[in-house]
């Protein structure tokens, strides 16, 4: 038998659980990826929170919607001749009575490359399987849930808020462009439409899933050399040394993770 | 049957591992055990640091005190049931109970008041006199949650022991009341955290426990 | 780049002036944006000969080699005559600055019988003003119309066309206030002055 048997139910793992989510506190990561025709710069943060806990034997812990909030900031840049064509104004002519009939060139505008900076944040809900998986690294134990697979984000609303606030985004960027006026409205819709929810989805999908696929809640932590009684002068403290731990999920009258720890003074 | 029970938490601490920290904390605190009240009385310890060091006994006409020493090899624990073989009567190991076996070795300054020493140096002539008892005890733990999560300690105190074949018995009931009393102040000084109960897992608020009982220790919380 | 700012002349910009004597005037163009630098030659040339005027030359300016030219670099015009300077998209901001025998011109300084047009391209209220001596203010409020509209967008199409005089005598801008809509043109032209500029007043230090 082991030293230490340690138990925790299906309520007390919810516990641990909603615990463990608050440890973890911000994920956060930027990078680069398509939106639909054009490249966008990222930088994306994710915490997590909920979920309800079914420990399922041998060595399965099923986290049933699990709400991960986000936030995604991106920009993209594009030549905005791409997207409309160039536009002139026509000869202007005035009869000015001490100069005489004066008669402007044709004044053909070039579209800048515009930088639209888009931000959003929304939350989805997961549901996954867990294994816990015991490590000892750096004289340290830890006992982590880690995911199992990559769940299935449902993020096709997150993707048509997110064109509306490219839209947004852009109409507020292009409404200082000169002369853009007329065909403000053509622009935008030119950009949200090769984009599209398909392009947005193309982004956000492989922004969020790394934060799910690599998900893991610590549920036991402690050093191997396991301080029993700290030190009290004039007597040093008291240690002993964790040797070997293991985690599985038991199944009885109720479902328990179960943790067996054996140590040595 | 689960763990758990109608808890969310289950600490149980095996009579191995009892015995692996109480070694743990009679090794790093020797002085626990170690008890004397002169340099006079020898170890094994050597080191002055792993005794504690009180006052002689005050007799009228014994310069100085009695000089004594006590002191106790680590205890051994068996968890209800018993598995140590048997203790010997009267003791029966009952449920939810504790025995342990140690021994106990007794030092006497033994000196003449007057005469025979020297007496610009009272103490010179005294003889360490020694006797080493096994013994048994049995006795039951306690817990104290101090209301936060994971804060709580288990204590053990001896509630009876027995030195076999002491004549005459009235002595040996002398002997075996002297250190029940003086075993149960040493290994009262052991207070064992919770987290030692568990390893570090799963911080709990008590709700019951400790309970002894298939060589475990048990304590039974809810996470909060 | 479509800043209200006759100082530093821009693609939506012109500036204009008529000569009236013969002679040869020498020109330069400067970057607008430094305001102080060696003085470079006068690479370009406009030969005015007798004459009864009245035509119009283009002087088109752009960017070669890091360097701005023009294109004519020598004109040959009557007395009387306009000549236009204007510059392409992507041209930095430039002025002209030339001399003859007799005189000196500097398109930062407005003076008489001289033009600047700006074509105007966020709606909004402008207040300008001459930032060398503070003598003459006015305004030019710039609507803006809804494109999704086919009536407004025709009308839009065709006041495009139309240009909008404002004459500045001295202290005096007349109209001192117009109102055109996105994408149209205001000519100011200068009938006596001693050097002014059109400035919009936000950039102005106060």
Not at chain 1, 223 to 243: C, M, S
Not at chain 2, 112 to 124: I, K, L, V, W
Not at chain 2, 159 to 182: G, Q
């Amino acid at each position: 038998m082991p030293d230490v048997i340690a138990a925790v139910d299906e309520g007390g793992a919810n516990d641990l659980l909603q615990d463990a989510e608050a440890t973890l506190g911000t994920l956060s990561d930027s990078g680069s990826g398509s939106l639909g025709p054009f490249t966008a710069n990222w930088s994306a943060s994710a915490t997590f929170s909920g979920g309800t806990a079914d420990l399922i034997a041998p060595n399965t812990v099923r986290l049933t919607d699990v709400r991960m909030d986000y936030t995604v900031s991106f920009t993209f840049s594009f030549d905005l001749s791409s997207i409309i064509p160039d536009f002139c104004l026509p000869q202007v002519c005035l009869d000015i009575p001490f100069i005489g009939r004066v008669c402007t060139p044709k004044i053909c505008i070039n579209w800048p490359t515009v930088t639209i900076p888009v931000s959003h944040s929304s939350f989805v809900k997961f549901t996954a399987d867990f294994n816990p998986t015991v490590t000892l690294s750096g004289g340290v134990w830890k006992v982590d849930v880690v995911i199992a697979g990559v769940p299935s984000l449902q993020l096709g609303p997150a993707a048509a808020a997110i064109i509306l606030a490219i839209g947004a985004a852009a109409a507020l960027v292009l409404f200082a462009i000169p002369f853009i006026g007329p065909v403000l409205a053509i622009a935008v819709a030119a950009i949200t439409a090769a984009i599209g929810v398909a392009g947005v989805l193309g982004l956000l999908g492989p922004i969020l899933s790394p934060f799910v696929a690599g998900l893991r809640f610590t549920v036991y932590e402690q050093p191997q050399l396991f301080e029993i009684l700290p030190a009290a002068p004039p007597d040093a403290a008291v240690n002993v040394t964790l040797t070997a731990i293991t985690a599985a999920v038991v199944s009885t009258d109720e479902d328990e993770l179960v943790l067996n720890v054996d140590f040595s003074p | 049957m689960s763990l758990t029970e109608t808890e969310e938490v289950h600490a149980g601490l095996n009579e191995s591992g009892a015995n692996d920290l109480l070694t743990a904390v009679f090794t790093a605190r020797p002085r626990l055990l170690n008890y004397r009240s002169s340099p006079l009385i020898p170890g094994p310890p050597a080191s002055p640091a792993a005794w504690t060091t009180m006052a002689p006994i005050p007799f009228p006409g014994v310069p100085g005190g009695i000089g004594w020493g006590v002191q106790f090899s680590i205890p051994a624990i068996d968890f209800h049931p018993d598995s140590s073989g048997g203790l010997p009567p009267p003791l029966v190991l009952g449920a939810g109970r504790f025995s342990l076996r140690t021994t106990v070795t007794l030092t006497l300054l033994c000196g003449t008041r007057r005469g025979e020493h020297d007496p610009d140096h009272p103490q010179a002539a005294v003889t360490p006199l020694r006797a080493k008892l096994e013994l048994v005890g049995i006795g039951h733990t306690n817990a104290v949650y101090f209301g936060t999560p994971g804060q709580g300690e288990v204590t053990f105190d001896v509630d009876a022991v027995e030195i076999v074949d002491i004549k005459p018995d009235e002595l040996e009931t002398l002997l075996e009341c002297l250190i029940r009393m003086l075993l149960d102040a040493a290994l009262g000084t052991v207070h064992l955290p919770f987290q030692a109960v568990s390893a570090g897992a799963f911080a709990f608020a008590l709700v019951r426990g400790p309970e002894v009982e298939n060589d475990q220790l048990k304590l039974y919380g809810n996470v909060l | 780049m479509s800043t209200l700012d006759s100082r530093s002349l821009t693609y939506v910009n012109t500036f204009g002036r008529r000569f009236g004597e013969p002679g040869e005037i020498r020109y330069r163009l400067v970057t607008a944006a430094v305001a102080c630098q060696p003085a470079p030659d006068l690479p370009f040339t406009i030969e005015v000969a007798r004459g009864e005027g009245g035509e119009q030359h283009d002087v088109t300016v752009r960017l070669r080699e890091d360097e701005l030219v023009a294109e004519p670099p020598k004109l040959s015009i009557a007395a009387g005559d306009l000549v236009l300077w204007h510059s392409v998209a992507s041209t930095p901001g430039y002025a002209v600055q030339g001399e003859s025998k007799e005189a000196r011109f500097d398109s930062s300084l407005l003076t008489s019988e001289t033009l600047y047009t700006h074509a105007f391209g966020v709606p909004g209220d402008y207040e300008w003003t001459d930032a060398a001596n503070r003598s003459v203010s006015g305004a030019v409020k710039v609507g803006s119309l809804d494109s999704g509209d086919p009536k407004q967008c025709r009308e839009w199409m065709e006041a495009l066309a139309r240009g909008t005089l404002v004459v500045i005598e001295g202290d005096r801008a007349d109209p001192p206030e117009v109102s055109v809509l996105a994408g149209q043109t205001v000519f100011f032209a200068v009938s006596a002055a001693e050097g002014i500029t059109i400035t919009d007043a936000r950039l102005i230090e106060t």
